[in-house]
């Protein structure tokens, strides 16, 4: 670690413009996308002391052990099976039994667009109805998002996960349901929004269908006994989410119900695809080819040693629009953690801050701070570009996208705005100026697909596991989300007034609301 903060305090007064220079032209290629880290402040001789400690750390040990089943997730003792719903090998052992769960639901995706499963007074189904929240929903909002055009014209897909009561009431709006198929997403069934949600939905069913209500609700979770009790005696769909398959990581299971049946399982099966090949890469790759590994690498380079707190991600993809807001709870709901699992303080920074959204709309809003704001935050750009698209707009997008890289990091100077803009009163000229020395990665795809949504997916989600091992943080749990529900959990009594809050501040916060 010494040898690395002195490398970065050595490398941080040069200019980021001048180390691009001599970085230039050397991508990496992994399937269906390229990554280009020239404007990061890097050398060679960086590069080789962070490969030497990500070594040390067994990077590729920690990928091997991922693949073989082994317990990776120290604290529930279980093994992170989730790249095994895309094994398109031969799965052994109990990642085997998790690959077969994908039969069901890819099956009942191709009967239902074949109409061989239909509502209960023999029509066809119209809409699909989703609902879950988390992992439950940011995956699977995400593909269905990023391939609308591909949807079926005949079956509505909506999403609610809030637990505000509109989520729902704007999610059923024009539905009929009489023509609806629910699909409830909770790995425990227990969470508190799925359940609200869903009891909403099964009344709004029963008010048309009565004690038949159940025939149009898929339920979608690793606890079928308690699903089961909560329907009462009544006889849904059932489908299993596999309880080594953590709920951030289950978009590639029958938590995406909703997208095969709306999109088509040959859709889906080729998003697998696309992960699988990333997945092949991962393991077969060397440290200095290998694309997860080398950002995880440049994750632990910026957050821990160059002590950056933030990294932004710009889709310029219309299609990834969805993009930021998965990742934030992929990394941050892994990696957001500040103790090992043994117990430990963490000695240095751990997961960033991660936002973002859409180029170019973000170009007309917080552009402005990334470019010439007093923070100079490491920035993703995400080029994902439709082969056969409106070539204007598409050159417009590439055109943009690169723009915005090379101008956060040569930025503009004094000298260069009055030689491009003489005559410029002095005040003007200098709010003008660009600071630049903003370093910036880009992931390019020049022919998007579902298999290089799938590949990206499985490529983000490596990368958060490695570095989470960079990290020492165990990438599998979420203690700070469990305690948040506790919480509300304990205020609901205190909001009903059956109770008093033990709290001064939300004491007096419960009484202001109830007046």
């Known amino acids: 670690m010494n040898e690395l903060s002195a490398n970065a305090a050595r490398i941080g007064k040069r200019k980021l413009s001048d180390i691009a220079a001599s970085r230039a032209g050397r991508p990496i290629s992994a399937p269906y996308w390229s990554m280009d880290t020239a404007?990061?402040?890097?050398?060679?001789?960086?590069?080789?002391?962070?490969?030497?400690?990500?070594?040390?750390?067994?990077?590729a040990g920690a990928i091997a052990r991922l693949f073989n089943g082994d317990i990776v997730n120290p604290s529930e003792n279980r093994p992170a099976l989730h790249w095994a719903l895309r094994d398109l090998g031969s799965p052994s052992g109990e990642a085997n039994g998790v690959r077969q769960s994908m039969s069901a639901p890819l099956q009942f995706a191709i009967d239902m667009q074949a109409e061989k499963i239909t509502t209960f007074?023999?029509?066809?189904?119209n809409a699909v109805l989703h609902i879950g929240i988390g992992g439950s929903d940011f995956g699977p909002r995400l593909i269905a998002d990023a391939f609308a055009d591909k949807a079926s014209p005949d079956i509505a897909l909506r999403f609610c996960a809030n637990v505000d009561p509109f989520d729902l009431e704007r999610a059923m709006q024009g539905l009929d349901p009489t023509r609806t198929l629910v699909i409830g997403v909770s790995k425990s069934f227990g969470t508190e929004e799925t359940l609200y949600n869903l009891g909403r939905a099964l009344k709004w069913l029963e008010a048309k269908l009565g004690d038949n209500a159940a025939r149009h609700l898929a339920l979608v979770t690793a606890n079928p006994d308690r699903a089961t009790k909560w329907l009462g005696g009544r006889k849904a769909y059932l489908f299993d989410m596999p309880l080594s398959v953590g709920g951030r990581f289950s978009l590639w299971s029958a938590?995406?119900?909703?997208?095969?049946?709306?999109?088509?399982?040959?859709?889906?099966?080729?998003?697998?695809?696309?992960?699988?090949?990333?997945?092949?890469?991962?393991?077969?790759?060397?440290?200095?080819?290998?694309?997860?590994?080398?950002?995880?690498?440049?994750d632990y380079w910026n957050a821990t040693v160059r002590g950056e707190t933030m990294r932004v991600a710009l889709a310029y993809s219309n299609r990834l629009r969805m993009l930021p807001t998965y990742l934030q709870q992929l990394e941050m709901e892994s990696n957001g953690k500040s103790v090992s699992p043994q117990g430990e303080e963490i000695d240095g920074a751990t997961a960033p801050a991660l936002w973002g959204g859409e180029g170019s709309v973000g170009q007309h809003s917080y552009h402005q701070w990334l470019h010439q704001g007093t923070n100079a935050v490491p920035t993703e750009f995400v080029l994902a570009l439709d082969k056969g698209a409106e070539p204007d707009g598409q050159t417009a997008v590439i055109a943009h996208c690169l723009a915005q890289a090379e101008v956060l990091a040569n930025g503009r100077s004094l000298e260069e705005v009055n030689a491009e803009e003489p005559g410029l009163p002095e005040?003007?000229?200098?709010?003008?100026?660009?600071?630049?020395?903003?370093?910036?990665?880009?992931?390019?795809?020049?022919?998007?697909?579902?298999?290089?949504?799938?590949?990206?997916?499985?490529l983000y989600e490596h990368r958060t596991y490695l570095s989470g091992l960079l990290w020492g943080v165990n990438s599998f749990d979420q203690w700070g989300v469990e305690r948040g529900k506790t919480m509300a959990g304990r205020l609901k009594p205190v909001l009903r007034h059956e109770v008093q809050a033990d709290d001064p501040v939300t004491a007096a916060l419960v009484a202001a609301l109830s007046k």
């Open 255 to 298: 938590a995406s119900l909703g997208c095969m049946i709306s999109l088509g399982a040959d859709t889906f099966e080729a998003l697998l695809e696309g992960a699988y090949e990333m997945d092949q890469h991962v393991q077969n790759a060397d440290i200095g080819d290998n694309v997860p590994m080398l950002l995880a690498i440049l």
């Open 121 to 125: 007074s023999g029509e066809t189904f």
């Open 39 to 59: 404007r990061q402040y890097l050398d060679e001789k960086i590069e080789d002391a962070l490969i030497e400690h990500a070594e040390s750390r067994n990077l």
């Open 427 to 458: 005040a003007i000229a200098r709010q003008k100026v660009h600071p630049g020395n903003r370093p910036s990665t880009l992931l390019t795809c020049t022919d998007f697909s579902p298999q290089a949504l799938g590949a990206l997916i499985a």
